[in-house]
């Protein structure tokens, strides 16, 4: 090959690249927009399984989507949970304590930001005699193939109704 | 130039890009770092002053500090609040009712992913003769050089002491 020739095939690479990095072509939106729905798709399901694990008495599936430097809150706690293992230690004895038949992920909205998906939603239940209405905001982040939770906040709705 | 000088100053150009977007030699690696405590300086910065105003009556600082697209929850609420006008609806009301002398941002935490910025941490305040303790998730999103709230999400801790 001439210089000439190295230079046109190295332009086509970098302008390839540049492409790739800084915009798109119309497929190429196509596909960003189709892995964003499949991404958005990956994180609902995730969340739901691990509901449906949570609502017939086992909290470990949120052991096992979380990240291990994950943080949380929720209500019952005077401060935020710093790693998987003090979630654990949190989920461990709530084991076999709860069943609840059914539950509606109501209102759901994941929206993604490269690496991190911001799901949030508010999980709907009967409770004895009254509707249980919880907030979610769960920070799925990428980490090579997988996404997993960095971090978790949950809170009772005080509106009853 | 000749070609042979173009195509060296090409490389050079191509080169510098990729380090910057793949890598970093040991000062960029610095600079990054250095950059990322700003950012975390900045929002810490953001948030404290629209608690100050918060805490003086003043709520409308959260809309000021918040992108139009906001979503929020906290515990008063059916369901999620999407969008500034539905945020600064509540908040309106609110306006002159909040004075509470001094407070504190308790175990704060921003962890940096890219245009993302998580904040997390529990203000802790006296009301009365007790001691409340709201635990905040805060997301900030960085759009071209600012940072404001894209989700927002606050629970009163039940635990009393």
Not at 126 to 144: C, V
Request: net charge positive; aromatic share 12%; hydrophobic share 40%.
């Amino acid at each position: 090959m001439t210089m000439k020739h190295n230079t046109i095939v190295f332009s086509i690479i970098v302008a390839t690249g540049m492409l790739l990095i800084f915009g798109c072509h119309k497929s190429t939106c196509s596909k960003i927009s189709v892995n964003e729905n499949s991404i958005k798709a990956v994180i609902l399901a995730k969340e739901y399984a691990v509901l449906t694990r949570w609502y017939n008495g086992d909290p470990m599936g949120f052991i096992e989507n979380s990240w291990d430097d994950v943080t949380y809150f929720d209500p019952s706690l005077i401060s935020r949970i710093d790693s998987i293992n003090a979630f654990r230690k949190i989920l461990e004895p709530i084991k076999g304590l709860i069943h609840i038949p059914s539950h509606k992920m109501d209102k759901t909205q994941v929206s993604i930001f490269g690496e991190i998906a911001i799901l949030t939603f508010t999980d709907v239940f009967s409770a004895g005699n009254k509707t249980a209405r919880w907030h979610a905001t769960e920070i799925y982040l990428q980490r090579g193939n997988d996404w997993k939770l960095i971090h978790s906040h949950w809170t009772e709705s005080k509106v009853q109704y």
